[in-house]
């Protein structure tokens, strides 16, 4: 089945910086690739996705690219605000009916 | 506010007792999952409901025990718990007739087993 690492687990930036958060899969048959974002004592809640036939993604400060080959997909956030400070999960999704695979989860802290 | 609603957030039980987690959704969606977060551990898949069928079950242990009645409903039926069991206990639905698209989360049911 499929297996996703995560890293890194924790990451501090300092407001206005940029923040990358790195997610390798194992299945090359993948084909869906979601972030969601859980901010403390909240659901998580998707924030951007990406499909296999795509290899990068924008939506304002946030990013998601690609790499097919390498089995690798990240996230980018621009411009960090404090509001950013949560913990991301990546997630990938084989094709057919076959339920997402989650990272560990990176806690990020933007620091004012 | 929210579409997928979660009752209790906060549950303390004993190893002995029974008791059981609800979720409701107000999506239309077809299927409903439950997922268990623990500390430093990854969104833990445990059943999955699709058109009220389980379609689902990650090899969890049999204390654990699912009930889906119609599609806008799902339950967690507990019993004989274990301290390790401790956790944030997650809803989620999704649109379609098939395990796909964008999960919509509760805000969790956080039971501690004493």
Redesign the interface.
């Known amino acids: 089945g499929e297996n996703?690492e995560q890293h890194p687990?924790t990451l501090s930036v300092q407001e206005g910086d940029s923040a990358v958060i790195k997610c390798t899969y194992s299945d090359s048959a993948s084909n869906?690739f979601?972030w969601?974002k859980q901010e403390l004592g909240?659901?998580?809640?998707?924030i951007i996705?990406i499909r296999s036939n795509v290899g990068e993604k924008k939506d304002q400060r946030i990013a998601v690219t690609l790499n097919k080959t390498a089995k690798h997909f990240s996230l980018h956030i621009t411009e960090t605000q404090p509001e950013d400070s949560a913990v991301y999960?990546c997630a990938a999704?084989s094709s057919g009916?076959?339920?997402?695979?989650?990272?560990?989860?990176t806690r990020l802290s933007v620091i004012a | 506010e929210t579409g997928v609603t979660q009752t209790p957030r906060h549950l303390v039980m004993g190893m002995t007792n029974k008791k059981s987690l609800k979720c409701e959704q107000h999506l239309g969606h077809n299927a409903m999952y439950w997922y268990k977060q623990s500390a430093k551990k990854p969104l833990e898949l445990m059943f999955v409901y699709s058109l009220e069928e389980r379609v689902e079950n990650n090899s969890v242990p049999s204390r654990f025990s699912p009930e889906c009645p119609n599609s806008s409903h799902l339950f967690l039926h507990l019993h004989t718990l274990q301290p390790e069991d401790s956790a944030l206990y997650l809803c989620a639905s999704s649109d379609g007739q098939v395990v796909a698209g964008e999960l919509f989360f509760g805000e969790g049911s956080r039971l501690t087993v004493l």
């Not at chain 1, 909240?42 to 998707?46: A, N």
């Not at chain 1, 009916?97 to 989860?105: A, E, S």
């Open positions: 996703v687990s869906y979601p969601y909240k659901r998580p809640q998707l996705d999960f999704r009916n076959t339920p997402l695979v989650f990272g560990k989860g």
